[in-house]
């Protein structure tokens, strides 16, 4: 079965910070894709970034930086100079190849103060 | 700016009462998925199907709950009768065999009392 797990239940850090969210998976796939959502106070869910697993370079984009090392199933999630419009709940979610079934994490709340 | 359109936003009913949502997914998208999200369970899949054949609805409550896809244009979530268990924010998303990403819709908010 897969899981995914975000220990990180709450994070809280004052702007201008880099803030590091963790993400570790359990799939016995050899192929499958990783996923960012972040869920901001209006509720909806923004697609931020999806990796392969044949992929593990690191991308950056802006701000926002992701770490992927198959050796350790973790796709950890980086953000620098944090700001207040950061703010948000942040999931991370797992799918295999063909059905396309997300399983998320059960998210880390992220609180960016001014 | 093409997105997955969701009807009610927000809906209120008694225990009992028949519920249909209904999501209109990203035009050319040919799956498509609904997902519950509640604070003790979390995002949880319920159904999804692609090219409006349905492939999995092993998270569903079969007995009140049904999915379809009448159309490529419109996607409904059923639950008759309602409980107050269920009361939850449903998310549609649709995505497609190419992009593999889902993108998701403003969600249903439903509180059975």
């Known amino acids: 079965a897969q899981k995914v797990t975000q220990a990180q239940t709450e994070i809280s850090v004052v702007e201008k910070e880099d803030v590091t969210l963790d993400c570790v998976y359990e799939?016995?796939?050899?192929?499958?894709?990783l996923f960012w959502y972040k869920q901001p106070p209006s509720g909806e869910l923004v697609f931020l970034i999806r990796r392969n697993s044949f992929d593990e370079q690191n991308e950056i984009s802006g701000r926002y930086s992701w770490n992927f090392q198959k050796s350790t199933s973790s796709f950890n999630f980086t953000i620098t100079a944090s700001q207040v419009v950061d703010s948000a709940v942040y999931f991370c979610?797992?799918?295999?190849?063909?059905?396309?079934?997300?399983?998320f994490g059960q998210g880390t709340r992220l609180t960016i103060n001014p | 700016d093409a997105r997955v359109t969701q009807t009610p936003r927000d809906k209120v009913t008694e225990m009992g009462q028949e519920v249909t949502m209904r999501c209109q997914p990203i035009l050319g998208h040919n799956t498509v998925f609904w997902y519950r999200q509640t604070m003790m369970q979390g995002l949880e899949l319920l159904a999804y199907f692609r090219n409006r054949a349905p492939l999995d609805d092993s998270g569903m409550p079969k007995d009140r709950f049904s999915a379809e896809m009448p159309d490529a244009t419109l996607a409904t979530l059923k639950i008759q009768p309602s409980e107050p268990r269920d009361s939850a924010v449903y998310f549609c998303?649709?995505?497609?065999?190419?992009?593999?990403?889902?993108?998701f819709g403003p969600g249903t908010r439903l509180t059975v009392t």
């Open positions: 979610a797992l799918s295999d190849w063909g059905a396309q079934k997300l399983v």
């Open positions: 998303a649709s995505g497609s065999d190419i992009a593999y990403e889902q993108y």
């Open positions: 799939t016995r796939d050899t192929t499958y894709y």
